[in-house]
């Protein structure tokens, strides 16, 4: 049940990180008129306000499937192991992604606030950093969580 749990998780996880990552390049990095239709182009010119309700399930479902149902099997095997090994950075690393997911969690009000619709111009720039600071969280996340189940093996 964990493994499917796990899977899950990082379904989820994969496509928060690409939504988010989506939406900061498209609002940091935005496509210019009259540019050509590349590749990068077409990541620089999704619509952003889109991603808002799907970046806010997905968060809360990716950080409830984490928190509640994997994150005890983590704490009991996972973190004892690891700290048997000495590798108290990589425990360290993990109490950090916990810490930011939670001021992620705290940041969705702010976050569909700015984004809510019709979009305020005079909101742009901290839409632009709530977005942002969201995409840093979910992407340290993901590496953490990925680096861990690799140290530790698929499954347990």
């Not at 496509?31 to 970046?55: D, I």
């Not at 983590?74 to 916990?98: A, M, Q």
């Not at 995409?135 to 690799?150: A, Q, R």
Request: hydrophobic content about 50%.
């Amino acid at each position: 049940m964990i493994t499917v749990l796990l899977i899950c998780h990082s379904i989820l996880a994969v496509t928060l990180l690409g939504a988010l990552t989506h939406q900061s390049i498209s609002i940091w990095w935005p496509a210019r008129a009259g540019s050509n239709s590349g590749f990068v182009t077409s990541l620089r010119s999704v619509h952003a306000a889109k991603y808002v309700n799907a970046v806010i399930v997905l968060y809360l479902a990716t950080a409830i499937i984490g928190g509640f149902f994997l994150y005890p099997t983590y704490r009991v095997f996972v973190r004892t192991f690891l700290e048997r090994l000495g590798r108290l950075p990589v425990v360290g690393s993990f109490e950090l992604k916990e810490n930011l997911t939670a001021i992620g969690l705290g940041l969705l009000p702010a976050y569909w606030y700015y984004w809510r619709q019709p979009l305020a111009p005079e909101h742009a720039r901290n839409r632009g950093l709530v977005t942002l600071f969201l995409t840093l969280i979910v992407w340290w996340g993901f590496l953490v969580g990925h680096v861990i189940n690799n140290i530790r093996g698929f499954g347990l």
